[in-house]
């Protein structure tokens, strides 16, 4: 069955970083585009990014483009969400998705929380 597994998420300062990953497993992950998104508390999901399935093309919110950069490994069925200079209102629960600029959560996220 489908299962997407993400990782590296924590507590960070203003300006900090972190790196994300997700593990896909049950489905044809390279032939697949790949998002990632992300919910705040008393919000609705944001789509945050999506790569194609070779990793060639990105697309990112204005919000985090130029500080976020999405990359996937299809030999390991990895996507990964590297994230600098980190805001408050980068606080939430991020979580890949599979396709391009969805929302839909499969998995258990991981949180990034932004704190000074």
């Known amino acids: 069955q489908v299962q997407l597994v993400e990782s590296g998420g924590g507590m960070v300062q203003p300006g900090g970083s972190l790196r994300l990953a997700c593990a896909a497993s049950?489905?044809?992950?390279?032939?697949?585009?790949m998002s990632w998104a992300r919910q705040s508390p008393g919000k609705g999901p944001e789509w945050v990014s999506s790569i194609t399935r070779n990793g060639d093309v990105f697309d990112y919110v204005p919000s985090v483009k130029g500080r976020f950069t999405i990359s996937r490994d299809n030999a390991k069925n990895m996507l990964f969400l590297q994230m600098n200079n980190l805001k408050h209102e980068d606080t939430a629960l991020y979580y890949c998705a599979i396709g391009y600029r969805t929302t839909l959560q499969r998995g258990q996220g991981t949180q990034v929380t932004v704190s000074s």
């Open positions: 049950g489905f044809p992950f390279d032939r697949m585009y």
